[in-house]
């Protein structure tokens, strides 16, 4: 299958915060690749600007170094590295201070170009970026600004910032970024939903048993101790990722796949997630690794912490109220050092209603599963008879959709959700990105959850290193005679 890559517009890209780990992982070498199959064309420009006092040549040494480390996948032609390093600059200049706004300003100043700056900063300095990106008079209206997560750390937090980006920038040009979004699949998710006869009519209660989602990862906090300390599982993964998973499963079809319409949607998702009982809700710590504490240490030593009530692991279950799920539970479940880095979502459907072959031959549920990593699928569960002389004796079979086969060439299997993310902010296209009231909604149903723990002074339960979390997600899952699925 031959890949279409349209150029996106000549446009500047500022990274704010251009040396930091963001930048040499991910926005570097994802520009890069984009640069390679000529979608960014080759007037446009990136510039890096944070305090470190470097010139451009160096700043472009230390992206070739990064694009060697991260860059991955995709070969190029001799040249196309240098060809790129050429389109990069660099500014020191302080988020804080007047240092380096105004050789910024020069550069930028009557281009004719897409502007679009990225805050790859600690959000404390975001304020400060409007801020001076507007008095030096960078913020017209058709520039855009690309903002990380975390965005706040509860309501209270989250809309103070939105009212502090609102003094400088028009919400069509706030590109609030979750990664998630950009993933093949979760936008393939919406493909399979929404192209198809077949699956919207069974979307619903009366059709879906329950739906999973589970982010898990095998890796601790390693060195964001200090960090995730402050935020836990529910801060970190649920407010935002799996918040955002849960939208896109939930959420009535938007009358068009534009901006507005799809955010719209999700943000009556949001508002319409019942408050989540205690005990629907477990939470966890991972415990050292046998035989390798000294590598592989427990939650509490981890982050330096000794008496820290945060979670690393979290399993709960969710109602929405509205008709469509009345009924329907979604289980979430996100955690660090789990047995498998996997990410997966499960629309578990009904039983049939009756069994026509008796209970001998077997009878099995059709799973929809939606693999974000490692291998980006879907895979549909239908039942056949098992092959044979044997009578019939049905068995479940995959029908997979997984795109490394099915769909494989070349720009699929290479593109990265920042690159693909990053093209749509220079498009000027903001529908996989969240509008702040969608980012104030979650928080509002996220802080009352917090707040009954930190009252109740509710402590983890510990769970081994590389497992399912505590035996207690499980026991959630049995009373409802159901079971986690094995991601
Ligand atoms: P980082 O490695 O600590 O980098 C921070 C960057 O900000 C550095 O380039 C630093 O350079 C610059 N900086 C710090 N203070 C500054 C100031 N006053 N003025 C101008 N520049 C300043 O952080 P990161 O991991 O790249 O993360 C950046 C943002 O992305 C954060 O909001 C983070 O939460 C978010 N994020 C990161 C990841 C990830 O994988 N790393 C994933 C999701 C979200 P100087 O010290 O030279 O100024």
């Known amino acids: 299958m031959v890949s279409r890559v349209i150029p996106v517009d000549p446009f500047d890209l500022v990274i704010f915060g251009g040396t930091g780990d963001l930048a040499r992982r991910k926005i570097l070498p994802g520009l890069f690749r984009r640069f390679c199959t000529g979608q960014m064309p080759s007037e446009a420009r990136v510039i890096g600007a944070a305090r470190s006092e470097m010139s451009s040549h160096e700043y472009q040494q230390m992206a070739a170094e990064a694009i060697r480390e991260f860059g991955g996948g995709r070969e190029c032609e ?4 240098d060809a790129f390093l050429e389109r990069i600059r660099y500014v020191a200049i302080d988020a804080r201070g007047t240092g ?54 509860d309501l209270a937090t989250a809309r103070e910032l939105n009212n502090t980006l609102a003094k400088y920038f028009d919400e069509h040009q706030i590109y609030r970024i979750d990664h998630y979004l950009g993933k093949e699949t979760v936008q393939n998710l919406m493909a399979v939903r929404f192209g198809n006869m077949l699956f919207e009519p069974l979307w619903n209660s009366q059709f ?16 964001r101790g200090e960090y995730y300390d402050k935020s836990g599982a529910m801060r970190d993964m ?50 050292a690794e046998p035989g390798d504490a000294e590598n592989q240490p427990d939650y509490r030593t981890a982050v330096g912490n000794p008496r820290s009530s945060t979670e690393s692991f979290l399993a709960m279950k969710c109602h929405i109220a509205n008709w469509r799920w009345a009924g329907t539970p979604f289980y979430l479940r996100t955690g660090k050092r789990m047995s498998r880095r996997s990410s997966e979502i499960s629309i578990v459907f009904k039983d049939t209603p009756h069994s026509i072959f008796g209970d ?23 039942t056949i008879k098992e092959p044979g002389p044997g009578g019939m004796r049905l068995i479940d079979v995959p029908l997979d959709m997984t795109f490394a086969d099915a769909l494989s060439h070349d720009d699929v299997e290479t593109v990265d959700a920042y690159e693909r993310l990053i093209m749509d902010v220079i498009r000027g296209n903001q ?52 079971a986690w699925r094995k991601v």
């Open 78 to 81: 001799d040249g196309t590295l």
């Open 100 to 153: 380096g706004w105004e050789d910024l300003q020069k550069l930028m100043a009557g281009t004719g170009r897409i502007e679009a700056y990225y805050f790859s900063v600690a959000p404390s300095l975001f304020g400060d970026l409007a801020e001076r990106l507007q008095s030096y008079g960078m913020a017209d209206d058709d520039a855009r600004i690309v903002v990380e997560k975390p965005f706040g750390r």
């Open 208 to 223: 879906v048993d329950h739906i999973q989602i589970t982010v898990a990862e095998t890796v601790g906090v390693g060195g």
């Open 238 to 287: 649920v407010q935002n990722h799996l918040m955002q998973l849960l939208c896109l499963i939930a959420m009535e079809p938007p009358a068009r796949f534009d901006p507005d319409a799809v955010r719209d949607e999700k943000l009556k998702v949001i508002r319409a997630l019942e408050p989540v009982e205690p005990h629907h809700i477990v939470r966890g710590q991972y415990e």
């Open 360 to 382: 001998e031959a077997g009878r099995h549920r059709n799973v929809l599963s939606i693999r974000l990593q490692p291998d980006e699928g879907i895979t549909l569960g239908v």
């Open 431 to 482: 529908t996989l990105f969240m509008r702040g009231d969608e980012v104030e909604a979650a928080w509002a149903w996220t802080d009352p959850i917090i707040e009954g723990w930190q009252a109740r002074g509710e402590v983890p339960k510990p769970y081994d290193s590389h497992s399912d979390g505590p035996d207690a997600a499980e026991q959630m899952m049995k009373r409802d005679h159901r």
